[in-house]
């Protein structure tokens, strides 16, 4: 198994994109895939 983590604190800088897009490709090559999202603002103070 492996992880992969897009991460940034900014809005607007393509993380969806990129995770949609490399769920994609990884779900037409035959990967399970599972998407989770953490949202940093959840944890601040
Ligand atoms: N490589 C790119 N080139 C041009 N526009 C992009 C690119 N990646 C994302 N976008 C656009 O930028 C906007 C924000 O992207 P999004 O993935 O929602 O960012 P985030 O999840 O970081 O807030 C969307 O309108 C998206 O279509
Ligand atoms: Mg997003």
């Known amino acids: ?3 992969v983590l897009i991460g940034n604190r900014r809005g ?3 993380k969806t994109t990129i995770v949609i ?3 994609t490709k990884l779900l ?3 990967y399970r ?3 989770d999202r953490g949202d ?3 944890y601040k103070r």
């Open 40 to 42: 940093c603002c959840v």
């Open 1 to 3: 198994m492996s992880v």
């Open 28 to 30: 037409e090559k035959g």
């Open 21 to 23: 897009n490399m769920a």
């Open 12 to 14: 607007g800088v393509g």
């Open 33 to 35: 895939v599972l998407l």
